[in-house]
């Protein structure tokens, strides 16, 4: 078996890359980033499913066996606290359709540890995410969409996740 090689993004998440794939170390995903960036400009909801489709298979592709996913960044030395905060979250929002803390303000708060190159010790995460209560991997998506505003926390979260939550061309959440 070969050892696992990682990408690694922008505020700190991480993911195994699929034989012969090749990412430069925390550079954001260009799909990811302009999917969002084309959500950002469209917020009237006028997108088509064919739009909906598209960001939802990047979405599967990106993390690929969610559980799996969620188990990597267990181990993963470059979380800071907000980031771990945002794992956990996010795992709330697909089970219950809430989240503590909105999507954005985790995101500057994220981005304040990453400018600090604040990393949270990996014996301070009281929470193991292999244990975490979630539906099969085949229906994380399922629950996640089904939530009420589920597309945009889904999107928002794959853009914090693995792209540039702030592109060029996107906009302000104070606009």
């Not at 985790?106 to 929470?127: A, G, Q």
Request: net charge positive.
């Amino acid at each position: 078996m070969s050892a696992k090689i990682y990408g690694h993004y922008p505020l700190g998440f991480r993911r195994v890359l699929r034989p012969g794939e090749r990412k430069l170390d925390s550079a954001p995903d260009d799909n990811v980033t302009a999917e969002y960036v084309r959500w950002q400009q469209d917020r009237a909801g006028s997108r088509s499913w064919a739009t909906h489709e598209n960001a939802i298979k990047l979405g599967i592709s990106m993390f690929g066996d969610f559980k799996n996913w969620l188990r990597e960044q267990q181990d993963n030395p470059n979380l800071s606290p907000h980031a771990w905060n945002f794992l956990l979250e996010t795992i709330r929002f697909i089970n219950t359709g809430e989240r503590r803390i909105n999507v954005f303000t985790h995101t500057s708060l994220i981005l304040m540890d990453v400018e600090m190159f604040h990393r949270m010790p990996m014996n301070d995460r009281k929470v193991y995410l292999s244990d975490v209560l979630l539906p099969s991997s085949d229906t994380v998506f399922t629950h996640w969409l089904r939530q009420p505003n589920g597309f945009n926390d889904m999107l928002c979260s794959l853009a914090v996740f693995f792209g540039n939550t702030q592109p060029k061309g996107s906009v302000t959440w104070a606009s």
